[in-house]
T-cell receptor
Framework: RKEVEQDPGPFNVPEGATVAFNCTYSNSASQSFFWYRQDCRKEPKLLMSVYSSGNEDGRFTAQLNRASQYISLLIRDSKLSDSATYLCVVRSNYQLIWGAGTKLIIKP | GAVVSQHPSWVICKSGTSVKIECRSLDFQATTMFWYRQFPKQSLMLMATSNEGSKATYEQGVEKDKFLINHASLTLSTLTVTSAHPEDSSFYIC????????????FGPGTRLTVL
């Protein structure tokens, strides 16, 4: 089993739709959780950290369920510029463990 | 925010040659730098962690004699792929962190290596 697993994708959705990404992690002692965004042939960029109480940043909402070892990212009112690969990242034993990413394609 | 640069951004070389990739933190001192490799449609894989002035810690399965890492200063780390082969073709990304791995990692733009 992979340490961090994500939906394989790609997700093809129309502009304006709501998109949900799911992620599970295997190490129950993991300390921190993040969502990164990676554009094609570019480095990953931090989108948001994920807190136990859930957190929101504009159109983006992240949630964490430690009991289920599950992380989610919701994008509302999706824009063309949201097209990218979304990476779930977990800090375990002071290392960042990366999911394979889910590619999102927003269609006009 | 903190800026990390990498050089070169892409390189094409013949099999058997060595390639050096530089990673620099431009506006902060990075006590720890990380080197990742990413194959197409796969996740980032940590290759090694280096702390300034000490030997790098390599992840399991990464050959330290093939991937030479030098972190001689607080702003520069280098990765040398020795005797590169086509299977070494990948996207190499460095990141830098201040003080410890507890802190956010700032990523360089990556180097795309193609070995013919």
């Amino acid at each position: 089993r992979k340490e961090v697993e994500q939906d394989p994708g790609p997700f093809n959705v129309p502009e304006g739709a709501t998109v949900a990404f799911n992620c599970t992690y295997s190490n129950s002692a993991s300390q921190s959780f993040f969502w990164y965004r990676q554009d094609c042939r570019k480095e990953p960029k931090l989108l948001m950290s994920v807190y136990s109480s859930g957190n929101e940043d504009g159109r983006f909402t992240a949630q964490l369920n430690r009991a289920s070892q599950y992380i989610s990212l919701l994008i509302r009112d999706s824009k063309l510029s949201d097209s990218a690969t979304y990476l779930c990242v977990v800090r375990s034993n002071y290392q960042l463990i990366w999911g394979a990413g889910t590619k999102l394609i927003i269609k006009p | 925010g903190a800026v990390v640069s990498q050089h070169p951004s892409w390189v094409i070389c013949k099999s058997g040659t060595s390639v050096k990739i530089e990673c620099r933190s431009l506006d902060f001192q990075a006590t720890t730098m990380f080197w990742y490799r990413q194959f197409p449609k796969q996740s980032l894989m940590l290759m090694a962690t280096s702390n300034e002035g000490s030997k790098a810690t390599y992840e399991q399965g990464v050959e330290k004699d093939k991937f030479l890492i030098n972190h001689a200063s607080l702003t520069l780390s280098t990765l040398t792929v020795t005797s590169a082969h086509p299977e070494d073709s990948s996207f190499y990304i460095c990141s830098a962190s201040v003080r410890s791995s507890y802190n956010e990692q700032f990523f360089g733009p990556g180097t795309r290596l193609t070995v013919l």
